[in-house]
């Protein structure tokens, strides 16, 4: 049994896909008023099939394929309104520039913004209806720590999952000797269905055997994975159920050589390109840099990289003096005025580009930190120094989805939740998970929103 269902954003991808074509023929029938011919609509598919895929690239910024898009349901007029608007302008300069379909886009496009948003809307209401679980399967949680009231919490408070946590056992709490005797009463008592338990806690193992038999004699019980549900759920892991084993079993003997090639080959081929574009902005920085204070054009700081090997990353100056990355020096230091806009659109970023062309970083992947707090997060932070077996990255999985990021001083707690989502890409990693990632930071970087 799972809990949060991965077929969902296909689901809603492969609808997004029908109702574009679907809108099409409606706006051609609005557009004359009279049923259109074969014809007449694949001549507009044809250039429209393009359009569609870069319009399911712009709903994926606009995060209408997150796991979690039936918490956007409040959100989703003005979510899906806003992504239809961009579509149709990214269709106008379309057909500015490529004018060799026979279309007269103007009054089509418009007809188009609305029939498009209606039948989107009225199919994800729809879904997001059919997502809400009738039947609620009564569970019991049983394991300890933070992480357990924050998963209670998201399960019931959540329509989207097909089951409801009626008792929870804190592990850490009970008795040993009692705990037995406790959960099956619970399971007795309540009815339970559904077990949810951390399989690696000490004091749940000499309870497995029993647990797996009585999930084979009673057809009706279900016993799930605590970590793993977790994980499926908040796409991160749990630093409190880690242990070695699942370090072992997820990280240390996880190579993806196929992936890591077509990996380094996209780093090498959009760094060079990317590189070489922004030499055309090179000379306005410079000038913009030197103009405000006269002072240095470029940074260098000593980051971690793969295997602990210290790397040098280039960024353009955006603080007044020479930021070294030192935190005691930072602390005289403030943005400059040119330095919050190269900030604000990661413009400041741009030489590092280098840095994936020549392999210390890649474009997605854990970001690095300086050497001092890495040995401070190594002596604080539990399996911290895992996140170093890839590559570090220009962005990451914790940074397009962690709201609060450590940021140059020691954060003990943010770094931990960022370990998390380290930790998940560490595992998950895929081509398709680097494009979203991509994605993602873009929406940041065109919204301003990231940290």
């Known amino acids: 049994m799972t809990v949060a269902s ?125 997502l809400r679980s009738k039947r609620k399967n009564g569970a019991l949680l049983i394991g300890s720590g933070d992480e357990v009231d924050e998963l209670i919490a998201e399960v019931n408070r959540n329509g989207r999952y097909p089951l409801r946590f009626v008792a929870a056992v804190d592990v850490d709490t009970v008795d040993p000797l009692l705990l037995e005797k406790e959960i099956f009463g619970i399971i007795e008592r309540e009815k339970v269905s559904v077990v949810v338990v951390d399989t690696q806690h000490v004091n749940v193992e000499p309870l497995l055997p029993i647990l797996y038999d009585l999930s084979l004699l009673q057809v009706r019980l279900n016993v799930i994975d605590l970590g793993r549900t977790y994980e499926d759920i908040f796409d991160r892991v749990p630093l409190s159920f880690l242990r070695h084993t699942w370090l072992l ?119 690095p930190e300086l050497p001092a707090l890495v040995e401070t997060y190594n002596e604080r932070v539990p399996y911290y120094n895992v996140r170093h077996v890839i590559k570090p990255g220009l962005t990451g999985w914790a940074q397009v989805r962690h709201e609060k990021h450590p940021h140059h001083g020691t954060d003990v707690d943010a770094t931990k939740e960022k370990l998390s989502y380290d930790l998940h890409y560490l595992k998950r990693r895929s081509f398709l998970l680097d494009i979203y990632i991509a994605l993602q930071t873009i929406k940041i970087v065109l919204t301003k929103s990231g940290k």
């Open 249 to 367: 079993e997820n990280v240390s003997a996880s190579p993806k050589p196929v992936y890591d090639f077509i990996k380094r080959s996209m780093d090498i081929v959009v760094s060079l390109i990317g590189g070489v574009l922004s030499l055309v902005f090179y000379p306005f920085i410079f000038a913009a840099i030197k103009i405000e204070d006269g002072g240095k054009i470029f940074i260098s700081q000593e980051r971690v990289g793969r295997n602990n090997k210290i790397v040098k990353i280039v960024k353009f100056r955006t603080m007044s003096g020479s930021d070294s990355g030192d935190k005691v020096l930072r602390s005289n230091l403030v943005v400059t005025r040119v330095g919050k806009i190269l900030r604000d659109f990661r413009i400041d970023e741009l030489p590092q580009l280098w840095n994936v062309l020549f392999g210390d970083l890649s474009f997605v992947g854990p970001r």
């Open 6 to 130: 991965k077929k969902e954003p296909v689901v809603l991808l492969l609808g997004d896909l029908l109702f574009f074509a679907s809108a099409l023929w409606l706006t051609l029938f609005f557009r004359h008023f009279e049923t259109p011919s074969i014809d007449a609509f694949y001549n507009h598919l044809t250039p429209f099939s393009f359009l569609f895929i870069v319009w399911i690239l712009v709903f994926a910024i606009a995060g209408l394929y997150a796991k979690q898009t039936t918490i956007l349901k409040r959100k989703l007029t003005e979510v899906i309104l806003r992504a239809q608007i961009a579509n149709v302008g990214i269709a106008a300069i379309f057909f500015f520039f490529i004018p060799y379909f026979g279309i007269t886009p103007k009054t089509t496009l418009f007809i188009y913004l609305f029939t498009s948003f209606v039948l989107i809307y009225i199919w994800r209401v729809f879904l997001f209806s059919g």
